[in-house]
């Protein structure tokens, strides 16, 4: 079977354009945001971090702290009063 020239020139396109599509990210990187709207708005002083193993939340504001149990649901919360001092939960 004998490839005729427009078939070469689809395929070749078809070649290019895959080209372009998979070198653009590393021609034209998008920038990084590690803070994005939503975090320096609504949320931006709610940290992350594990407390005894297990994820808890950290609200800079207030104070609070939310430790996310094993079973989907919050298991703790308590109120940091001051800091390097032992808590009474």
Do not use: C, N
Not at 45 to 54: Q, V
């Amino acid at each position: 079977m004998r490839v005729d020239l427009y078939t070469k020139a689809i395929l070749t396109v078809i070649a290019l354009l895959l080209g372009v599509v998979a070198l653009k990210p590393s021609l034209q990187p998008q920038v990084a945001m590690a803070e994005g709207t939503m975090a320096q708005g609504d949320y931006g002083h709610i940290r992350f971090s594990y407390s005894g193993g297990e994820p808890a939340f950290f609200d800079t504001h207030s104070g609070d702290v939310w430790i996310h149990g094993s079973d989907g649901h919050f298991r703790q919360h308590y109120k940091i009063r001051s800091f390097g001092k032992d808590l009474d939960r």
